[in-house]
């Protein structure tokens, strides 16, 4: 694969196509609103289409990262969308969270108009994407994952084939129920080591190097405590997420009463101001001198 379009230069996909740019593919970009497009060009000197049909033509594969099942059902399976204009055989990978149920329409879709779908929800965030540094769960046939694997290396650490379509989208379920958890004990920890009187940097060198150890504590804790919370990640795009977990937790029996509470503390935060504020402001709720730094 060499032509490549990238559609959807939000905060996560404005570097993960940057990094496609920089290992040597000739990368198109489409973006609604233009200026970020534009901003992209001028940035790393790809090129900028006008529409959708142009961007995905002649490409040999197609990414996208957008926001929720209702921009894919506008965006790539209408008549006017992607897969409608793309070249037979060619790759589409989706980058965005979003249900397994529009993951597997998706791959009917593109099955029956000859296209290699793949859905490829990313975790690692806007600093995953700016240092090319993401994890990708991937759903899709392995038979022909050879060539997506290798484009994905472009901004990912670590790949992984998750089973048939759906299933990336299932994986990065399990993970944002995980995440919503460990940013609730870690803002818990943080609050409570402050009310007893502890120094929370001699705390955390310490309890970071054992069992409580995780990615929010070690890039976290310390913008937690300062009320910092304008990292890329906001808050209504996680409750957007959970609520995706919600329904296929419906559907499949399982019991998620830590990540329904946790989804109310979010709530609370968005009532707060805060539902651009980053996940890590639920200690906000926990320290009255706590506030975002807008």
Same mark, same amino acid.
């Given at each position: 694969?060499?032509?490549?379009?990238?559609?959807?230069?939000?905060?996560?996909?404005?570097?993960?196509?940057?990094?496609?740019?920089?290992?040597?593919?000739?990368?198109?970009?489409?973006?609604?609103?233009?200026?970020?497009?534009?901003?992209?060009?001028?940035?790393?000197?790809?090129?900028?289409?006008?529409?959708?049909?142009?961007?995905?033509?002649?490409?040999?594969?197609v990414?996208?990262c957008?926001?929720?099942d209702?921009?894919?059902?506008?965006?790539?399976?209408s008549?006017?969308?992607?897969?409608?204009?793309?070249?037979?055989?060619?790759?589409?990978?989706?980058?965005?969270?979003?249900?397994?149920?529009?993951?597997?329409?998706?791959?009917?879709?593109?099955?029956?108009?000859?296209?290699?779908?793949?859905?490829?929800?990313?975790?690692?965030?806007?600093?995953?994407?700016?240092?090319?540094?993401?994890?990708?769960?991937?759903?899709?046939d392995?038979?022909?994952?050879?060539?997506?694997?290798?484009l994905?290396?472009?901004?990912?650490?670590?790949?992984?084939?998750?089973?048939?379509?759906?299933?990336?989208?299932?994986?990065?379920?399990?993970?944002?129920?995980a995440?919503?958890?460990?940013?609730?004990?870690?803002?818990?920890?943080?609050?409570?080591?402050?009310?007893?009187?502890?120094?929370?940097?001699?705390?955390i060198?310490?309890? &970071?190097?054992?069992a409580?150890?995780?990615?929010?504590?070690?890039?976290?804790?310390?913008?937690?405590?300062?009320?910092?919370?304008?990292?890329?990640?906001?808050?209504?795009?996680?409750?957007?997420?959970?609520?995706?977990?919600?329904?296929e937790?419906?559907?499949?029996?399982s019991?998620?009463?830590?990540?329904?509470?946790?989804?109310?503390?979010?709530?609370?935060?968005?009532?707060?101001?805060?539902?651009?504020?980053?996940?890590?402001?639920?200690?906000?709720?926990?320290? &009255?001198?706590?506030?975002?730094?807008?």
């Amino acid at each position: 694969m060499k032509k490549i379009t990238f559609i959807g230069l939000g905060v996560m996909g404005f570097s993960m196509a940057g990094w496609l740019h920089r290992s040597g593919f000739d990368v198109v970009v489409f973006n609604r609103t233009k200026s970020k497009a534009e901003e992209w060009c001028k940035k790393y000197g790809g090129y900028l289409a006008d529409n959708i049909e142009e961007a995905v033509k002649n490409s040999d594969a197609v990414l996208t990262c957008l926001g929720k099942d209702s921009d894919l059902k506008e965006i790539v399976l209408s008549d006017q969308g992607i897969i409608k204009h793309m070249k037979k055989n060619a790759f589409y990978i989706d980058h965005t969270t979003a249900s397994a149920n529009i993951a597997k329409e998706i791959y009917s879709y593109a099955k029956n108009n000859n296209i290699n779908f793949y859905d490829a929800p990313v975790s690692g965030g806007q600093a995953g994407a700016e240092n090319g540094a993401l994890t990708i769960m991937v759903g899709g046939d392995k038979k022909n994952f050879s060539p997506v694997n290798l484009l994905l290396k472009s901004y990912a650490k670590k790949i992984r084939l998750m089973g048939r379509s759906g299933s990336g989208q299932l994986a990065k379920m399990a993970n944002q129920i995980a995440i919503a958890g460990v940013i609730q004990g870690l803002s818990e920890a943080l609050a409570f080591s402050k009310n007893a009187g502890l120094d929370t940097e001699i705390l955390i060198e310490v309890i &970071s190097q054992g069992a409580a150890q995780s990615w929010q504590m070690d890039n976290r804790w310390k913008t937690m405590i300062d009320g910092k919370f304008d990292f890329g990640f906001a808050v209504e795009w996680m409750r957007k997420d959970l609520k995706i977990c919600f329904d296929e937790a419906s559907r499949n029996g399982s019991e998620l009463p830590i990540a329904h509470l946790i989804d109310k503390y979010y709530k609370e935060i968005e009532k707060m101001g805060g539902e651009r504020w980053d996940t890590s402001s639920l200690i906000s709720r926990l320290n &009255s001198d706590i506030s975002s730094e807008k």
